[in-house]
């Protein structure tokens, strides 16, 4: 073999040996490339991932608070409406109470509810408080229980109080006060 020739394979086993190393560096290289390339996807998807939860939860509570908000605000108008009908009933109700006060069936309520009273109180109370129309429509139930009448304001459209010696009320039987307490066991009711 003659020298060029032996320079020729010389170079050739240098080249092939440099080209060796370099395919391997390349392929380290390129190892290293995929393996970081693909910790930067598995970081990215889990960033995604953490992205789309934390999106998720935060629609969610957007959603949830809208939602909460709606049903509160709906609660409250039916409140107000709730309020509005019970008004209007009672408001019936005293005119309905009012007319029947004015009728011929009143004097005969209002004398066998003096008596319910009067039995059920007994010698609690010595007085009773009627409106000035009713004084005279009770004369007769009063002088028959031994009761004393007093008149109350107009501010009464009927019923009676039952009065202890003391002038202090025993019993509210007055038509507003009955409308009171069932207002108020409407108004329990509802809560």
């Not at 380290?28 to 934390?54: C, H, L, P, R, Y």
């Not at 909460?68 to 009908?85: F, G, Q, T």
């Amino acid at each position: 073999m003659n020298i060029k020739h032996k320079l020729g394979f010389f170079r050739e086993t240098v080249l092939h040996a440099a080209d060796g190393k370099v395919l391997a560096a390349r392929g380290e290289t390129e190892k290293e490339i995929v393996s970081a390339t693909g910790k930067m996807i598995i970081e990215a998807e889990n960033e995604a991932n953490d992205f789309v939860s934390n999106a998720k939860y935060e629609t969610d509570r957007e959603i949830n608070k809208k939602i909460n908000a709606v049903l509160h605000e709906s609660k409250r108008r039916l409140n107000l409406k709730r309020k509005d009908i019970l008004c209007e009933l009672f408001a019936e109700a005293r005119n309905e109470l009012k007319s029947f006060a004015e009728s011929e069936n009143y004097l005969e309520f209002l004398n066998k509810k003096i008596k319910c009273a009067v039995e059920k109180y007994g010698g609690e109370f010595n007085g009773v408080a009627v409106t000035k129309r009713d004084a005279d429509l009770i004369k007769r139930s009063a002088n028959q229980f031994g009761l004393r009448i007093q008149t109350a304001g107009d501010e009464i459209i009927g019923g009676f109080c039952l009065l202890a010696e003391d002038g202090r009320v025993k019993a509210d039987m007055t038509f507003e006060n009955l409308l009171a307490e069932a207002g108020e066991r409407l108004l329990f009711f509802e809560s």
